[in-house]
């Protein structure tokens, strides 16, 4: 069964985080919710295991609440 993957596993975190600005650069904060929106329902759909998504949303709020 696939584990999500917690450790560093970008080929350019420095280009990827400048994307990520980058895309919410001059929006409106309405216009970033539902590019964020958007996104995560992509990714979710990538990623595609509900087991996965479901490990990631448990970290999600875990992570959040310390």
């Known amino acids: 069964m696939p584990r999500l993957e917690l450790n560093p596993n970008f080929t350019d975190p420095d280009a990827f ?4 600005t980058a895309l919410h650069r001059d929006r ?7 590019i964020n929106a958007r996104l995560i329902l992509l ?15 448990s970290h999600a709020v875990a992570d959040g609440d310390q």
Do not use: F, K, P, T
């Not at 990714?43 to 949303?57: K, Y």
């Open 17 to 20: 985080y400048a994307a990520l």
């Open 28 to 34: 409106s904060e309405a216009d970033s919710e539902r």
């Open 43 to 57: 990714l979710a759909n990538h990623i595609g295991d509900q087991a996965v998504l479901e490990e990631a949303m």
